[in-house]
């Protein structure tokens, strides 16, 4: 008889509105994901005071939990497509030297931030699962995916200039370079079918309630830009 997903766990309130995408309950679509695009109608990005107080090196939110209890290790898994096919890697990062241990905000917002703003046609995703005993904690999959466009892409290790530099002022410490991800022999990986135990009644989004969340902050300029 398999055993029953413990229900104890729950999402930090404190951090639903200000990373809002992180939440989002994933149902496979992967181009309804958030993108570096997502990130930038954030409502603390709005003016550069609030910008600030969310990118100082001291801000509070980089040690805050986004789930209790907290995960001990993050998979980070990133996916590429290309024209010669599609090809994984995939990353463990433990958090066992933290005190008290637990995957914090400030890998989970660097991490993703780096790689979207150094792909043009990238997403990301974060994968919850409940524990299955009480005993246990959470676990969490971080996807990055992308399209490499040789046209379009930059450099490895390059930014791309015309994206807004939300990169906080701490410490670069979890930011994971593409030799990172990487290193090692690329395998082929079929379609990811996300399996996130997030639910709305636990703070976490719909795809199509975000969809209409992006809708109401892209400038209209942009709107008309994409009738015409």
Not at 45 to 56: D, G, I, K, Q
Not at 67 to 93: A, M
Not at 141 to 152: A, D, H, R, S
């Amino acid at each position: 008889m398999p055993m029953e997903k413990s229900e104890s766990w729950v999402v930090n309130p404190l951090l639903q509105t200000p990373f809002l995408p992180w939440l989002i309950i994933p149902n496979g679509d992967r181009w309804g994901l958030p993108t570096y695009d997502s990130l930038e109608l954030l409502d603390w990005t709005s003016t550069p005071r609030r910008e600030w107080a969310f990118l100082r090196p001291d801000a509070s939110w980089r040690r805050m939990f986004l789930i209790q209890p907290p995960p001990k290790k993050l998979s980070v898994v990133s996916r590429g497509h290309t024209r010669e096919g599609d090809s994984s890697s995939e990353l463990e990062v433990v958090f066992d030297q933290e005190q008290p241990p637990g995957v914090t905000m400030d890998a989970l917002y660097d991490i993703p931030l780096m790689f979207l703003r150094s792909h043009w046609f990238s997403r990301f995703a974060l994968e919850i699962k409940a524990p299955t005993s009480p005993s246990e904690c959470p676990t969490m999959t971080l996807y990055l995916l992308y399209t490499i466009q040789c046209t379009t892409e930059p450099f490895p290790g390059d930014l791309i200039p015309s994206r807004k530099d939300l990169r906080s002022r701490a410490s670069r410490k979890w930011e994971v370079k593409d030799e990172d991800l990487w290193e090692g022999e690329l395998v082929y990986h079929p379609d990811i079918i996300f399996q996130s135990d997030l639910t709305p009644e636990r703070g976490g989004i719909r795809l199509s309630d975000f969809a209409e969340w992006t809708r109401k902050r892209v400038p209209i300029s942009s709107l008309l830009a994409d009738v015409r």
